[in-house]
């Protein structure tokens, strides 16, 4: 059980390496960062229980060709997947 345990961790910590490694390279040749038009709205609770949604225009939104967060930024598999994007007030 615990020679599972650290290899699924040793996998892990080799996989986020390798990807920063990547992530690195791509930097360097101009090709880490993307776009994806990503629409949000603000979800307000009325008094009266009901919910008023507000939908702002749709936005590009930079991401990063990676498989985890980079940079501050989301990955762009990620944001391709969640183009709606919730604000709860």
Known sequence: MAGALISALGLTALTYAADYAVFRYRVGTGQAFGQVTVTSYDAVPQKSGKTVFIFNDPQAQTCVNSLF?????????YLQ?????RTNF
Do not use: I, N, V
């Open 81 to 85: 997947r969640h183009t709606e994007q």
């Open 69 to 77: 967060p980079r940079a501050g930024y989301l990955p762009c598999w």
